[in-house]
């Protein structure tokens, strides 16, 4: 089987080709050395914390210790507070911000030594052939570098991460419609001393013209990360004219006083907002600013990247490992473009309240209705990971779901199916069968994850509940399942009563849940989310306690005892 072809070595790459690997599928990573360039500081990217989370599982363990984690953010109007969230690791988790060549570089160091992935240095995508077993790509060394001139790679997926200007999405005529909004901004990364070390400052109409919005985050070591929303239709600015923006900026904070600052890199950029036509053109992929850019208001293009691999890579492990539908491949697209379009949605929603200044009348005039509190949430919430353009995405449309609140997709059925929320699954603690006790997020990232939620069991050693109540069923019901599946027991979960039974893919979203143990619609969950046939009740004669021959799950209570040991050494 010929591996997996990764275009672009920039952060959505690395972490597409660890998640393959920690699957159990070759890569081959092709990179043209653009994403290594002159240190730019003031280039950084905030992480939610199951980003994080995600980053430490594929080997970049120090990203929790590398990032700034926030004390609290405020929101000022002019010089009044209009919001104050202060950050609990229970209530409100802090988001992490880090710079994104260290990023980068911890994900390269968590590269080293994966015998799965081979990096191709100083080769960039040129063309490419796909048929009806694979691909071939072609590749050229690239400009400034030793790489091979013209090479031919045998591949059987190609996915592009080969940003904005991505050279498979040429090949593939994929169309990137959007726009460039009028608004500029100015960034600084500064070393300097504020009165709140810890505190993120999100300033509307500052006084002094200093444009209709300043924003401050710490980064580790002291250094903050500052951005201008500036004026509209005025010149680029000079060097000059961003000294006057920051001694003012800090004047206006610091009492008056310009304190002692080192100012380590700046840029003046515009806001990108695309998205690609397609994801998915047969065997070829487009993943991170190759298929979006989201520029604004704390959209965070780069970690909707991170978010791109990690949903892609367990859909091709299954694929490359037993062959997948194209009911799962299309998945990809269906679930990320339409969430990041969501995303893109939400951000034109907001702008409005980003050009407005002046007094609270203003915004009320303004393109959106509804009380000022709304408002202002709407500008903070992406960057605090909630709301329309933070929160983490539900793919309730996907061809995966079992049910849709819009009524479309497959139905649960049966008097043992739960509707649930197709969301990121809580992170509560579990206990394999093996006894050993964790976090269920830490098992994300491999198989699917069975989970019984069974109060008591806690306190118990796995060997006494292994044999108890519905742990034999439900574990020789695991071991038929089409999909590698680890059962794995969880004394509570959030709004699931005992004996509640979920189903988790591998990137952490629910795909269903049931109450008690019905192995044919266990199986009938696994088997759709893999991309199977839709969800279908057995013709007659099944209860809770057995399958009918012709349905889905037949024969999965007459495995023997061995299916079940062979479930329990999986986990």
């Not at 069991?457 to 108890?468: F, K």
Request: proline residues 7%; aromatic residues 6%; glycine residues 12%.
């Amino acid at each position: 089987m010929e591996p997996v072809i990764v275009a672009g070595a920039g952060s959505t790459g690395l972490t597409l080709s660890l998640c393959l690997a920690r699957h159990g599928v070759p890569v081959l990573l092709l990179d043209d050395g653009s994403s290594w360039h002159e240190r730019q500081p003031e280039r950084t990217v905030v992480l939610r914390p199951r980003t994080a989370e995600l980053l430490a599982r594929l080997g970049y363990t120090a990203v929790h210790t590398d990032a700034a984690r926030w004390t609290a953010w405020r929101t000022l109007s002019r010089r009044q507070e209009v919001q104050y969230v202060e950050f609990d690791a229970d209530t409100e988790p802090s988001p992490l911000h880090l710079p994104q060549d260290r990023l980068r570089q911890g994900l390269r160091e968590a590269l080293a030594g994966q015998e799965l992935i081979k990096v191709a240095p100083g080769s960039r995508l040129y063309a490419f052939e796909q048929d009806e077993h694979g691909l071939s790509v072609h590749t050229r060394g690239a400009a400034g570098t030793s790489g091979p001139p013209d090479t031919w790679w045998r591949g059987s997926y190609l996915v592009g991460c080969d940003g904005p200007r991505s050279t498979l999405r040429k090949l593939l005529q994929v169309r990137f419609p959007g726009r460039t909004a009028v608004e500029r901004h100015a960034v600084a990364a500064l070393r300097v001393d504020l009165p709140e070390p810890g505190t993120a400052l999100l300033h509307r109409d500052p006084p002094g013209g200093r444009g209709s919005q300043v924003l401050a985050r710490p980064l580790p070591d002291g250094v903050w990360r500052m951005d201008w929303a500036l004026p509209l239709g005025g010149h680029p600015l000079t060097a000059d004219a961003l000294v006057t923006l920051i001694r003012s900026t800090l004047a206006e904070w610091c009492e008056g006083s310009v304190p002692p600052y080192d100012l380590l890199g700046s840029a003046e950029y515009p806001v990108h907002q695309r998205l690609a036509r397609r994801w998915r053109s047969g065997r070829a992929f487009l993943a991170g600013d190759a298929a979006h850019l989201l520029g604004a208001l704390g959209t965070q293009g780069l970690e909707e990247g991170l978010r791109d691999a990690e949903n892609l890579a367990w859909k091709l492990a299954i694929a490359w490992h037993q062959g997948a539908s194209d009911t799962l491949l299309d998945s990809y697209q269906a679930e990320r473009r339409y969430a990041v379009g969501a995303r893109l949605r939400a951000a034109d929603q907001a702008l409005p309240l980003l050009r407005s200044s002046g007094a609270w009348h203003t915004l009320r005039r303004s393109l959106l209705s509804g009380p000022m509190s709304r408002h202002t949430d709407l500008l903070t919430d992406g960057h605090l990971g909630r709301g329309l353009l933070g929160a983490p995405p539900v793919y309730d449309r996907s061809p995966l779901a079992l049910t849709t609140p819009h009524g479309g997709g497959r139905a649960a059925s049966g008097p043992g199916a739960v509707a649930w929320p197709l969301g990121e699954a809580a992170d509560v603690p579990v206990v394999a069968l093996d006894g050993t006790r964790g976090r269920l997020r830490e098992r994300l990232g491999r198989d699917l994850l069975a989970v019984l939620v069974a109060p008591g069991t806690g306190v118990w050693e796995s060997r006494h509940w292994l044999t108890a109540g519905l742990m034999p069923q439900l574990s020789t019901a695991v071991a038929a399942l089409p999909t590698r599946t680890e059962l794995l027991v969880a004394e509570n979960y959030p709004g699931a009563t005992a004996h509640t039974v979920l189903l988790i893919r591998p990137d952490g979203h629910v795909v269903g849940a049931m109450n008690g143990c019905r192995p044919t619609d266990l199986y009938a969950y696994a088997d759709v989310a893999r991309g199977g046939p839709p969800l279908q009740r057995p013709t007659g004669g099944a209860t809770a306690g057995g399958d009918t021959d012709d349905s889905p799950g037949a024969g999965a209570q007459e495995l023997s005892e061995e299916a079940a040991a062979t479930a329990q050494s999986r986990s």
